[in-house]
């Protein structure tokens, strides 16, 4: 099928920034990225399905990014470290409420209390008290829980450089496998980031397979797998869905997951977009062939990363521009609706609750 495209709006004009930027760290020259018109605001609003709360971002900021970048709806995530987080799952709960078209609320996975290893081994409360929201029916999701987890606090302004953030938990602890019960008991999917090497791998495996009703969605192209190993665990596995979060590579000052990092700790880390735009061409044919199994995120979790919004959104409509126009529809929007059990009537596939069913 032909793509057609056009120029995206606000991309062009900031030319002179992208050439600067390209001096300034040597990265490829992109020019005047166009965006597919089955990718662009107008044709395709977006379901971010991966971005964080933190206690400063009101309901109403959000709102002006998600209207200035195209963004329909926003699941949220809160962080309730004492970072630069600080957020609440009542806080997430009194968006959804307010704003039911534009927010979902997720129970918030990070928390300090869930660093801590013996917590995934013994009761940690964290279960009774999400049983309690879940009860509510105000919150549409749990995560995202950090399994594996490269710490980057050092490498740019987070309040916390005392500590790296490196994580290391099993993703098949007596806890989460408490949690994925949970989710499946109340319907609502479960939130993991756990880098794909091989050990953590296996883990998320046993998981999977004895976990069959609970709806995971890992996080980052499924941890950042290379293609063939992300289309293994799909075929596997029906209830998996894989987020992109942050996985587009914003074309001014690229930044992100998805740019490779961190390369030299890690020989795992596959890219699904490279600086300049283009899609790599086996993860093009993964998300063609599993078309129904990934959703995007911008995975906004900190101060610095707000004024980025739009860039990261951008990214997503330029990597949505390399795909068909369907399955463009389908990860950028209607996937998340099928997750979140939530319906765009504009949309055929607006709404199916359950399980994945192709790919
Ligand atoms: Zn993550």
Redesign the pocket.
Known sequence: MTIAHRRAPGRCPRLRLVLLSALLIGGALPGCVPVATHADRVALPLFDAHTHLNGDMTAETLIEWMDRAGVRKMALMPRHYSDDGRATDEQAAAYAAKYPDRFVAFIGGQRGDLWNSRAWTTDSHFLSQAEAKLRTGRYGGLG?F?LHHYGYNRLVPTTHQHISGDIELPADSPLMFEIADLAARFDVPVVL?AEAESQTAAQMRRLLERSPRTRIVW??NCGRGPAAQVAAFLRAHPNLMCDL?QMAVPLVNPYGYGTGWPAGRSRHISIVQYRGGDVASDMRDLFEAFPDRFTIGT?TAHPFQYPRYGDVIEGFRVLLSKLQPETARRIGSDNAERLFGTRDPRTKHGVRPGLATSG
Do not use: S, T, V
């Open positions: 995202e950090i980031h996080a980052h979060g995975d």
